[in-house]
């Protein structure tokens, strides 16, 4: 693929895997010229070939740069896109902890985009893949608020909806609805395996549901251990939880107690019936205007605060005030919600002021 103008804005990417390679299509049709570097030179020669990136290596004007190796080797990737790049970095690692306390940097916000695909590499990359998928943005102390909105807009142009939490709340959120799913998914799975060698019919009989919740269990295996070895103490509270409720189903069934039973899948319905889908864009927005101190943390604490409150920021942008070290964040939210924010602010200090738009 030929190269583009050099008057079009630079991406890096670091790890062409499946989320690298889908954030090099989603960038590149976007207008960016795209570089990317991995482990092995034949996959990057490969995303040239196939039109994935324009060319191979780290553009040292890229404007921003995405780190989408395997967690272990995060922490490297970040520190060699801010020696070698002066725009601002982000990752893709689905633990932040460990990510957050190796590096701390103006120009570097960690990131976790919540999608996957049972294809890995780049035989799984497509563009969208991030449509509707939420993205959990986790500034540590030294972001800035410039490199936090920049990654707040990339999200929204990605068509994901973005969402603000501290690492350590983030990795334990992670480890109940996505760590210990896999891990759960992969012991069905071999348990299964195992009987069919006795009885050969059992997988022919496995029907949706079944295939349903081990579907997960058909990714990569590689990605696995570096995540489990980091977010082992949330991840091994979490499968005692599992443990605890699953023995509790066997007592139920163990004792014919039907009402037990029937309590614990009626509450499991319940709360299934209940997940949220991807957010809809609302019919009105009101604009949320906060008065701030130009200072390090405040846009994430903000748009924190929002999360915590359930609010959802469909847009955001920074303005800066020529009258001294302030400066305003505007916040698009729904309507319907707009009052829930306004008065979260207040409660931390701020003056915020609400006005709908037509």
Not at 322 to 329: H, Q
Request: glycine content about 10%; hydrophobic content about 45%; charged content about 20%.
């Amino acid at each position: 693929m030929s190269s583009a103008p050099g008057s079009q804005k630079t991406a890096g990417i670091i790890g062409l895997g499946l989320i690298g390679g889908s954030l090099a299509c989603a960038l590149r049709d976007m207008g960016y010229v795209v570089g990317g570097v991995d482990n092995d030179p034949a996959i990057v020669d490969r995303a040239v070939t196939d039109g994935i990136i324009h060319q191979g290596g780290l553009p040292s004007d890229a404007s921003l740069t995405i780190v989408a190796t395997p967690v272990d080797a995060i922490p490297d990737g970040v520190k060699q896109a801010l020696a070698e790049t002066t725009g601002w970095v982000t990752d893709t690692g689905s633990v932040k902890g460990p990510i957050a306390q190796a590096v701390s940097h103006e120009r570097f916000v960690p990131s976790h985009p919540m999608a996957g695909s049972e294809q890995s590499g780049l035989d799984g990359a497509r563009p969208d893949l991030f449509r509707g998928a939420a993205w959990v943005i986790t500034p540590s102390v030294e972001t800035s608020d410039q490199t936090f909105a920049a990654m707040h807009e990339l999200v929204v142009a990605l068509g994901a909806d973005p969402l603000t939490l501290e690492p350590v709340a983030h990795d334990r959120m992670v480890a109940t609805v996505s760590h210990v799913p896999h891990l759960t998914a992969a012991a069905l799975m071999n348990v299964a395996s195992k009987r069919s060698d006795e009885h050969l019919a059992m997988l022919r009989l496995a029907a949706g549901g079944f295939r349903d919740m081990t579907r997960i269990a058909s990714g990569s295996p590689d990605i696995w251990p570096p995540i489990c070895l980091q977010n082992g103490d949330a991840i091994t509270s979490a499968l005692d939880e599992v443990i605890a409720s699953l023995n509790e189903l066997r007592t139920a069934v163990a004792d014919e107690n039907a009402d037990a039973i029937r309590t614990a899948l009626s509450s499991a319905r319940s709360a299934r019936t209940n997940l949220p889908t991807a957010v809809p864009l609302p019919p009105g927005l009101s604009e949320v205007r906060v008065r701030i101190k130009d200072e390090r943390g405040e846009l994430a604490a903000i748009t924190g605060l929002a999360a915590e409150l359930d609010v959802n920021i469909f847009d955001l942008e920074i303005a800066h005030s020529a009258e001294g070290p302030t400066g305003v964040i505007v916040l698009l939210v729904d309507s319907d919600v707009s009052d829930v924010l306004r008065g979260g602010l207040l409660a931390r200090g701020y003056r915020p002021s609400v006005r709908p738009l037509s």
